[in-house]
RNA sequence: GCCCACGUGGCUCAGGGGUAGAGCACUUCCUUGGUAAGGAAGGGGUCACCGGUUCAAAUCCGGUCGUGGGCUCCA
């Protein structure tokens, strides 16, 4: 393609090239397009990079325009709401430094402020309504760029030094831009929507204190959290999806569905109950059955060991913060917080050969770690739980196979449950230990597995464990949220620390590799992950009740008994409801429960040997034989279906 | 741990300085009813805990415990 050295090509996403001269505004490529499209449009896309509309550009690529139909335009909006937040605060209480905003991932903006006292939510409805009187303004935004000096004196003649503490943090080389709309000024990198009539909709949700820079040595500000839409319609799908989460969060449907409950005697530590432990330990026995079967000895190890071992592992120095202890006969123990190191005990109880390798170590102890209080929640960050916990000890030149081994085990489970899943590769961490060589390798190891799954995966620089590199997994689950379960970590320090040997070949000794593997991670996170995706409605395999039988009345009661013993017998967990309800108060009830099978019987049924299936979807299978049904049941648990 | 909010029977919540209310759930009775709530009666709470103010505290104040939301970076 011949190019102008001056000009620069944009590929537009009808796949033609518009070449433009440098410092044009994409404002400007878009009213070359069609005036429609100039004032529709609310921001645009460089290569992938949300760009301002003014800002002048300096190179070419792919070039996209967006406007409110456009899901990408969302960024754009809550960002400059966020101007709107803070000029409605500073209307509201001139004396009052702004900070900085930004938007997340979650559909949401924030802006913190120096305020002497807390926001209020009487505060949150008087900022709303002013920012609402805000956007009627229509103000355009306006972008401008400064020198630092003159960029540090406009924000000091404001008055907001916070402003100017943050200028001193732009590195040196970058333009430092100021947005304007209407009277107020901010120092922001933007991008930003053309003007405040784009915003439709703003919700302020929440205040909350906060450190400076999130650095507890740091002052606390006031930062207050609000979502914005294109439109009133999209704020108010918006709503409807928090509901639906609310509705299915797991710390509601857990209690109600008698799975397990919580105690102030026990903070953040779970009580499972019947059903919940139920639940529990049908998953364990799932891990178990499929880790047994490759090569993995289950072991069972102490809950509380000496101090002396936390010393030795690192653990001591490391993550004492995270540890209970308690102290016997003048001894300072510790209850533990991970496996590992029990595990390199049993393996030190003789001498390994390169041939008793790889030594595979299921463990599903209790482990109790120290969160701090305000970060406990639900199942999902206890103080006590499991892991699918296993180490696996091997020679270099079987790392490869193990973590291959690994992660394709891992990907079975996944499946089973119907989740799909991301996998991650978290590279060697500024804080580190061990050589670079030897992170070279490990890293090369888990790179060389990957590529052999030939499945895609992200790298996260330098976001590995301090010990060794891991591969981990990211679920997402039936409402689009993406948890982390699984990991594989290659860890050189542990064997080194604990001095583990195993002789070689060339009857010499060596150090071993450890690798530390999970697949649900802590049993009660993923409990609760799967109560969240499932609403509670569990696959028939992990449905503590699979079937209640329920007689049109109490002249059934006995032919609707025999069914269900017919069904517990041939290994069904069937219940029968035969109390002086009608129909259908207890059909509600066996749906509320979310009860997969519902099984009716009268006078039909005890005739013709049959019951008639109603399933928790709604659907109505008609009368069947019990004993087919029975088989059924039982084929769809011993496969782990997640049909009915 | 820190900021804010909240804590009333099993659940959802009302009340609010003068020694507690509703609905659901629970128990009993009536009803024997064919696919998401039949009717009646009854039992159940030291209003999270500790302390203070007051003639009087569930209510006001302080503390403690617990729960919820938030607390790296991305000006």
């Given at each position: 393609m011949p190019e102008s050295p001056q000009l620069l090509p944009l590929e537009l996403p009808d796949g033609s090239v518009t070449e433009v001269a440098p410092g044009t505004t994409p404002l400007a490529v878009a009213a070359g397009i069609g005036p429609g499209l100039a004032r529709a449009a609310i921001g645009a896309e460089l290569d992938g990079r949300a760009i301002d509309l003014r800002l002048p550009l300096t190179e070419g690529g792919r070039f996209r325009l967006f406007t409110?139909?456009?899901?990408?335009s969302g960024d754009f909006i809550r960002h400059s709401a966020e101007h709107v937040l803070a000029d409605a605060v500073k209307r509201l209480w001139p004396d009052v430094e702004i900070d900085v905003g930004r938007v997340d991932h979650s559909e949401k903006f924030q802006y913190d402020f120096r305020f002497e006292r807390a926001f209020t939510p009487e505060d949150l409805e008087q900022i709303e309504a002013k920012m609402r009187e805000i956007l009627a303004e229509d103000h355009p935004f306006e972008r401008q760029e400064l020198e630092r000096e003159a960029a540090a004196e406009l924000f000091r003649g404001m008055g907001e030094s916070l402003k100017v503490e943050r200028l001193a943090d732009i590195p040196e080389g970058e333009p430092i831009s100021i947005f304007r709309d209407g009277d107020f000024t901010d120092l922001c990198r933007g991008p930003h929507v053309?003007?405040?009539?784009?915003?439709g909709a703003v919700k302020l949700l929440e205040a909350s204190g906060v450190y400076w820079k999130g650095d507890d040595r740091n002052e606390m500000l006031q930062r207050i959290y609000g979502t914005a839409f294109a439109t009133a319609d999209e704020m108010k799908a918006y709503e409807e999806q928090f509901e639906a989460a609310r509705a299915r969060d797991h710390r509601k449907l857990g209690p109600e569905l008698d799975l397990f409950s919580f105690d102030p005697l026990a903070p953040a530590m779970p009580f499972f109950h019947p059903k919940g432990a139920f639940i529990y330990n049908e998953l364990v026995d799932f891990v178990r059955e499929l880790q047994n079967g490759r090569g993995y000895g289950e072991v069972v190890t102490p809950q509380i060991l000496d101090i002396d071992l936390w010393h030795a592992s690192g653990h001591y120095d490391y993550y004492r913060e995270g540890m209970f202890f308690t102290e016997a006969e003048d001894k300072s123990m510790a209850v533990k917080p991970m496996n590992c190191p029990t595990h390199c005990l049993i393996y030190k109880t003789r001498l390994r050969s390169y041939?008793?390798?790889p030594i595979r170590y299921g463990d599903f102890g209790r482990l109790h770690r120290y969160e701090k209080s305000g970060v406990t929640s639900g199942?999902?960050?206890?103080r006590s739980f499991a892991q699918d916990d296993a180490h696996v000890f091997c020679t270099p030149e079987q790392s490869e196979d193990e973590v291959l081994a690994a992660v394709e085990m891992i990907r079975e489970i996944y499946d089973t449950f119907g989740f799909d899943d991301q996998l991650e590769l978290s590279t060697r961490p500024e804080k580190r230990l061990g050589s670079d060589e030897l992170w070279d390798r490990a890293e090369a190891t888990l790179e060389a597995a990957l590529a052999r799954t030939g499945l895609d995966y992200d790298v996260n620089e330098g976001d590995g464990a301090f010990y060794g590199p891991k591969v981990d997994f990211q679920i997402r689950d039936a409402i689009g949220r993406s948890w982390q379960l699984g990991t594989v970590q290659l860890d050189f320090q542990m064997p080194e620390r604990f001095g583990l040997q195993y002789i070689g070949a060339d009857g010499a000794e060596h150090q071993p590799v450890m690798i530390h593997r999970a697949m649900l991670g802590s049993i009660e996170r993923f409990i609760g992950i799967l109560i969240e995706h499932t609403a509670g409605a569990f696959p028939l395999w992990l449905a503590p009740v699979q079937a209640v039988v329920l007689p049109?009345?109490?002249?059934f009661g006995e032919y609707a008994a025999g069914v269900r013993d017919r069904l517990v017998e041939a290994g069904a967990r069937a219940e029968l409801d035969?109390?002086?309800?009608k129909l259908g108060y207890r059909i509600r009830e066996a749906q509320l429960a979310k009860v997969p099978y519902m099984l009716v019987v009268g006078a039909k049924e005890e005739e013709a040997g049959t019951v008639a299936v109603r399933l928790r979807t709604g659907e109505d299978r008609g009368p069947q034989p019990t004993d087919a049904l029975a088989e059924h049941i039982g084929k769809l648990t011993r496969t782990r279906s997640l049909e009915l």
């Amino acid at each position: 393609m011949p190019e102008s050295p001056q000009l620069l090509p944009l590929e537009l996403p009808d796949g033609s090239v518009t070449e433009v001269a440098p410092g044009t505004t994409p404002l400007a490529v878009a009213a070359g397009i069609g005036p429609g499209l100039a004032r529709a449009a609310i921001g645009a896309e460089l290569d992938g990079r949300a760009i301002d509309l003014r800002l002048p550009l300096t190179e070419g690529g792919r070039f996209r325009l967006f406007t409110a139909r456009d899901p990408e335009s969302g960024d754009f909006i809550r960002h400059s709401a966020e101007h709107v937040l803070a000029d409605a605060v500073k209307r509201l209480w001139p004396d009052v430094e702004i900070d900085v905003g930004r938007v997340d991932h979650s559909e949401k903006f924030q802006y913190d402020f120096r305020f002497e006292r807390a926001f209020t939510p009487e505060d949150l409805e008087q900022i709303e309504a002013k920012m609402r009187e805000i956007l009627a303004e229509d103000h355009p935004f306006e972008r401008q760029e400064l020198e630092r000096e003159a960029a540090a004196e406009l924000f000091r003649g404001m008055g907001e030094s916070l402003k100017v503490e943050r200028l001193a943090d732009i590195p040196e080389g970058e333009p430092i831009s100021i947005f304007r709309d209407g009277d107020f000024t901010d120092l922001c990198r933007g991008p930003h929507v053309q003007r405040l009539s784009q915003i439709g909709a703003v919700k302020l949700l929440e205040a909350s204190g906060v450190y400076w820079k999130g650095d507890d040595r740091n002052e606390m500000l006031q930062r207050i959290y609000g979502t914005a839409f294109a439109t009133a319609d999209e704020m108010k799908a918006y709503e409807e999806q928090f509901e639906a989460a609310r509705a299915r969060d797991h710390r509601k449907l857990g209690p109600e569905l008698d799975l397990f409950s919580f105690d102030p005697l026990a903070p953040a530590m779970p009580f499972f109950h019947p059903k919940g432990a139920f639940i529990y330990n049908e998953l364990v026995d799932f891990v178990r059955e499929l880790q047994n079967g490759r090569g993995y000895g289950e072991v069972v190890t102490p809950q509380i060991l000496d101090i002396d071992l936390w010393h030795a592992s690192g653990h001591y120095d490391y993550y004492r913060e995270g540890m209970f202890f308690t102290e016997a006969e003048d001894k300072s123990m510790a209850v533990k917080p991970m496996n590992c190191p029990t595990h390199c005990l049993i393996y030190k109880t003789r001498l390994r050969s390169y041939r008793d390798l790889p030594i595979r170590y299921g463990d599903f102890g209790r482990l109790h770690r120290y969160e701090k209080s305000g970060v406990t929640s639900g199942l999902t960050r206890v103080r006590s739980f499991a892991q699918d916990d296993a180490h696996v000890f091997c020679t270099p030149e079987q790392s490869e196979d193990e973590v291959l081994a690994a992660v394709e085990m891992i990907r079975e489970i996944y499946d089973t449950f119907g989740f799909d899943d991301q996998l991650e590769l978290s590279t060697r961490p500024e804080k580190r230990l061990g050589s670079d060589e030897l992170w070279d390798r490990a890293e090369a190891t888990l790179e060389a597995a990957l590529a052999r799954t030939g499945l895609d995966y992200d790298v996260n620089e330098g976001d590995g464990a301090f010990y060794g590199p891991k591969v981990d997994f990211q679920i997402r689950d039936a409402i689009g949220r993406s948890w982390q379960l699984g990991t594989v970590q290659l860890d050189f320090q542990m064997p080194e620390r604990f001095g583990l040997q195993y002789i070689g070949a060339d009857g010499a000794e060596h150090q071993p590799v450890m690798i530390h593997r999970a697949m649900l991670g802590s049993i009660e996170r993923f409990i609760g992950i799967l109560i969240e995706h499932t609403a509670g409605a569990f696959p028939l395999w992990l449905a503590p009740v699979q079937a209640v039988v329920l007689p049109v009345s109490e002249k059934f009661g006995e032919y609707a008994a025999g069914v269900r013993d017919r069904l517990v017998e041939a290994g069904a967990r069937a219940e029968l409801d035969g109390r002086n309800e009608k129909l259908g108060y207890r059909i509600r009830e066996a749906q509320l429960a979310k009860v997969p099978y519902m099984l009716v019987v009268g006078a039909k049924e005890e005739e013709a040997g049959t019951v008639a299936v109603r399933l928790r979807t709604g659907e109505d299978r008609g009368p069947q034989p019990t004993d087919a049904l029975a088989e059924h049941i039982g084929k769809l648990t011993r496969t782990r279906s997640l049909e009915l």
